[in-house]
Nanobody, 120 residues
Framework: QVQLVESGGGLVQAGGSLRLSCAAS??????MGWFRQAPGKEREFVAA????????TTTDSVKDRFAISRDDAKNTVYLQMNALKPEDTAVYYC???????????????WGQGTQVTVSS
C-alpha cells in the first residue's frame, strides 16, 4: 500500500512554469507518474518513471515541455512543466503502480490531485 500527496499546483500565465511534487509513503518501490483530468474530459496519462528512474515515458502532447523525475531517497516524484498552455489546465493526479510496463492501463493508487490553471 502506498499513500501519495501532491503539491505545487497553482495559477500561472501561458508560457510559465510549474513543478509538481508527489510524496509517497508506505510501500514506495513503485513506478510513479502523473495523469490529468480537464473539466468535461476523461483522465489522461501524462508521464511515468520507473523505480530507480531508469525508464521514463511521456505523452506526445507534452514531451517537449514536461519532464518527470524522482528522488527515491525522498520518496518523491516531480513533474517539471514548462511553456505551459491554457490547454494544460487540469487537475493533476499522482499515481503509483507496481509495474512500469502496466502503468498506463493498470489499477493505480492515487493522490488527491492538485489544480493547475494556465491563463491566456
Amino acid at each position: 500500500q502506498v499513500q501519495l500527496v501532491e503539491s505545487g499546483g497553482g495559477l500561472v500565465q501561458a508560457g510559465g512554469s510549474l513543478r509538481l511534487s508527489c510524496a509517497a509513503s508506505g510501500r514506495t518501490a513503485y513506478t510513479m507518474g502523473w495523469f490529468r483530468q480537464a473539466p468535461g474530459k476523461e483522465r489522461e496519462f501524462v508521464a511515468a518513471i520507473s523505480w530507480g528512474g531508469r525508464s521514463t515515458t511521456t505523452t506526445d502532447s507534452v514531451k517537449d515541455r514536461f519532464a518527470i523525475s524522482r528522488d527515491d531517497a525522498k520518496n518523491t516524484v516531480y513533474l517539471q512543466m514548462n511553456a505551459l498552455k491554457p490547454e494544460d489546465t487540469a487537475v493533476y493526479y499522482c499515481a503509483a503502480h507496481p509495474s512500469y510496463a502496466a502503468f498506463i492501463r493498470g489499477t493505480h493508487s492515487w493522490g488527491q490531485g492538485t489544480q493547475v490553471t494556465v491563463s491566456s
